[in-house]
């Protein structure tokens, strides 16, 4: 791979040079102000690559040896690396793109948001808000994004609706999202832990054992249990259980390609006024994983969505994304396996910190 300098008025001039001595496959890898000993050269200095090497194919062994888990950890080393370079690679592109390139002080800003796997279109757009907003003052570009950043999503960390007793929420969302540990935590954390009377309905009759284990998960909370065979039994439940504060339904994970079996409960929860419906999404998921999941649970018309598994990913560009698309408020976020601890409710600072990375996003401002 070929690393070399260019320096111009602006990207775009840099890049147009760039090309011209090193065709059409050169890549733009980094952009900055040009240091005062070449600042005679150009205003603008930027770093291209060419022949970047395609990725390794690595065998996975068959089966383990003496140095097998050695062999594994290697393996597993190897493919974050080329995750990290794919990823690079792809700020790079995005970057390169002549007419989307943000100006040179901001690109810094630019490939931090890239790098948190924020929707490009979404980045592109907040960059160029940012520059809208006027002359820095007292701001450096990385306050004024994260002022901007902040006015496009909401959070609203609450169960249920006030004006109404009992609170009730429903929990949707697909397999292995953590639908019923969240439900839990939750049952804990304001049911529970307030003192408040407290009812867990399961409406999930799919998995082997769910409704045993979220009724063990109950008697240890001292929280009300009850396992409905179908859907159209909720009306009836939720009016058995009138006189508790807090009523949270449990429901089954369904996958894609499973959700003409959710239609029933779906029709059920969308028509109840009362039902508060979160949408439980994980963190780690792929962005378009993530939006395409969300858009077939639309059916169940939910108001807000709690997103888990942060600790199992990095970049967390893509819960803002999803919050921006839905126009529908993060209400909390999860991290583990530890109840209540590891629930907290969604505040816009906390979003903000995971999304932008603080640290990053200050330095690249502070550089700009």
């Known amino acids: 791979m070929r690393l070399k300098s260019y320096f111009a008025a602006d990207v775009k001039a840099a ?4 090309r011209r001595e090193l065709g059409p496959d050169a890549l733009l890898v980094n952009s900055r102000p040009a240091p005062p000993e070449a600042r005679h050269l150009g205003e603008c200095e930027v770093v291209v690559a060419l022949g970047l090497p395609e990725p390794a194919r690595h065998p996975v062994p068959s089966a383990p040896t003496p140095s097998g888990q050695e062999s594994q950890d290697r393996i597993a080393s190897l493919e974050r690396k080329l995750e990290r370079a794919a990823a690079a690679i792809t700020r790079a592109s995005l970057l390169a793109a002549g007419r989307n390139a943000p100006r040179v002080e901001f690109a810094g800003i630019f490939a931090a948001l890239i790098a948190s796997e924020l929707d490009p279109e979404l980045a592109e757009a907040l960059i160029e808000r940012v520059r809208e907003a006027g ?64 009812q867990i309905i399961s409406l999930d009759s799919y998995r082997i054992a769910a409704a045993e284990q979220l009724r063990c998960y109950a008697a240890v909370l001292g929280a009300g249990f009850q396992s409905l065979d179908s859907p159209s039994a909720l009306a009836r439940a939720l009016e058995e259980h009138r006189n508790k504060d807090l009523v949270l339904i449990d429901t089954p994970g369904y996958g894609l390609r499973e959700m003409d079996a959710a239609e029933e409960l779906a029709a059920v929860l969308a028509s109840r006024e009362d039902i508060d419906v979160h949408l439980v999404l994980s963190a780690s998921m792929k962005p378009a994983d993530l939006t395409r999941v969300a858009e077939c649970y639309e059916r169940f018309r939910p108001s807000k969505v709690i997103f888990t598994r942060l600790d199992e990913t990095t970049t967390f560009g893509p819960m803002v994304s999803e919050a921006v698309r839905s126009a529908r408020p993060i209400s909390f976020l999860t991290s583990g396996q530890q109840i209540p601890e590891d629930l907290e409710p969604a505040t816009t600072a906390r979003v903000l910190e995971l999304v932008l990375g603080r ?10």
């Open 15 to 18: 890049l147009n040079q760039a």
């Open 359 to 368: 640290e990053h996003i200050q330095a690249a401002g502070a550089a700009a």
């Open 135 to 198: 002359p820095a003052g007292a701001e450096n570009p990385a306050q004024r994004l994260e002022a901007v950043l902040a006015r496009l999503f909401h959070v609203d960390p609450t169960l249920g609706y006030h004006d109404l007793s009992p609170r009730v929420a429903a929990l949707v969302g697909p397999t292995a999202s953590g639908k019923t540990t969240t439900l839990v935590k939750l049952a804990a954390r304001y049911g529970i832990g307030p003192r408040r009377a407290a």
